[in-house]
C-alpha cells in the first residue's frame, strides 16, 4: 500500500491513517486524484476487515451459544475438510 506523500501523516500507509482523515481526504482533496484514489482503496480495505471481524464476532456468539467452541478453535480444522451428507460419497 503506499504511503501519503504529505502532510501530517507523511510516510504512513493509506491503510494505517484513521478513516475520519481519510473521508476527509477524499471530501477536499479533489486537486490530488491520486491521494483521493489512494484513500479510497484504504477505506475499502478498512471496510472489508471491519466486515469480517463483525462476522467472525457474530459466528462465535453463535456457537457458543450452541454450546460449540469458538471460531478460532475451529480454524485448526485442515483445509477440504467435508462433512458427508445423505447421497453423496
Request: net charge positive; hydrophobic share 35%; charged share 30%.
Amino acid at each position: 500500500m503506499p504511503k501519503m506523500p504529505f502532510g501530517k501523516y507523511k510516510g504512513v500507509e493509506f491503510t494505517s491513517i484513521p478513516s475520519s482523515y481519510l473521508q476527509w481526504m477524499i471530501k477536499y482533496l479533489e486537486s490530488c486524484p491520486d491521494i483521493v484514489a489512494n484513500a479510497k482503496k484504504a477505506l475499502a480495505a478498512m471496510s472489508e476487515f471491519e466486515e469480517q471481524d463483525t462476522l467472525e464476532a457474530e459466528a462465535d456468539r453463535i456457537l457458543k451459544a450452541h454450546g460449540c467452541a469458538s471460531l478460532a478453535s475451529l480454524r485448526s480444522i485442515p483445509r477440504g475438510y467435508r462433512r458427508k451428507t445423505k447421497g453423496r460419497r
